[in-house]
């Protein structure tokens, strides 16, 4: 039988940067948080305790970097998506040696998440807002931890966490500041050829 988790609050504490941000939040589920708090300490890649480091509010991304100028026409379509989305979680994976020139290099320890669905949305999003992002080809992730450069290959393929399905019916908009962090709702009914966004069906039943 599938594990399903299913999503209805959103975390005060995540903070992105500057740029807006949107994207689902996972629950923060026993066998996860015990998963970061067991990456050893003298690893993980630090620039003060406020950045980088574990990532102690698991989500992913759908679009970082959203111009703020275009809040307004982000909330319009996220709030035409049909909900409810579904990610599926795949094996434990690193983006290597990624190069920050304030900081310098560090590898991104991340739970790989298998989810056309929110490719489809990265798509609308990036094909209808102006946004800037260094990182133009969209792999959804769970981050779990920034690690010191070649420190967490022992992780790469661990499937602890492989199959597990999330259940989303609200999107995170955060607008750089945790005061600012917002929940939109997905569309709650939706019928088949509505809203001009590209998906067709119920919702739910998009997959």
């Given at each position: 039988?599938?594990?399903?988790?299913?999503?209805?609050?959103?975390?005060?504490?995540?903070?992105?940067?500057?740029?807006?941000?949107?994207?689902?939040?996972?629950?923060?589920?026993?066998?996860?948080?015990?998963?970061?708090k067991?990456?050893?300490?003298?690893?993980?890649?630090?620039?003060?305790?406020?950045?980088?480091?574990?990532?102690?509010?698991?989500?992913?991304?759908?679009?970082?970097?959203?111009?703020?100028?275009?809040?307004?026409?982000?909330?319009?379509?996220l709030?035409?998506?049909?909900?409810?989305?579904?990610?599926?979680?795949?094996?434990?994976?690193?983006?290597?040696?990624?190069?920050?020139?304030?900081?310098?290099?560090?590898?991104v320890?991340?739970?790989?998440?298998?989810?056309?669905?929110?490719?489809?949305?990265?798509?609308?999003?990036?094909?209808?807002?102006?946004?800037?992002?260094?990182?133009?080809?969209?792999?959804?992730?769970?981050?779990?931890?920034?690690?010191?450069?070649?420190?967490?290959?022992?992780?790469?393929?661990?499937?602890?966490?492989?199959?597990?399905?999330?259940l989303?019916?609200?999107?995170?908009?955060s607008?750089?500041?945790?005061?600012?962090?917002?929940?939109?709702?997905?569309?709650?009914?939706?019928?088949?050829?509505?809203?001009?966004?590209?998906?067709?069906?119920?919702?739910?039943?998009?997959?």
């Open positions: 039988m599938d594990k399903v988790f299913h999503y209805f609050e959103f975390y005060q504490d995540i903070v992105t940067e500057n740029e807006h941000c949107v994207m689902v939040g996972l629950p923060k589920f026993q066998a996860l948080m015990d998963y970061i067991n990456i050893p300490d003298n690893i993980v890649f630090r620039l003060n305790d406020k950045e980088y480091g574990k990532t102690w509010d698991p989500h992913i991304t759908v679009l970082f970097g959203v111009k703020p100028e275009e809040e307004g026409r982000a909330k319009e379509i709030s035409k998506i049909p909900g409810k989305l579904v990610a599926t979680l795949g094996t434990v994976s690193l983006f290597e040696n990624v190069n920050d020139p304030d900081v310098g290099a560090f590898d320890l991340k739970i790989d998440v298998n989810s056309p669905q929110l490719e489809k949305v990265n798509h609308l999003l990036t094909q209808n807002v102006e946004y800037a992002t260094d990182h133009p080809q969209y792999h959804p992730h769970v981050t779990l931890a920034y690690l010191k450069p070649g420190t967490g290959k022992k992780f790469v393929g661990d499937k602890t966490f492989q199959g597990l399905r999330f989303f019916e609200v999107f995170l908009y607008k750089g500041n945790r005061n600012d962090l917002e929940t939109v709702p997905m569309l709650k009914e939706y019928l088949v050829g509505g809203g001009g966004f590209g998906f067709q069906g119920t919702g739910g039943g998009y997959g």
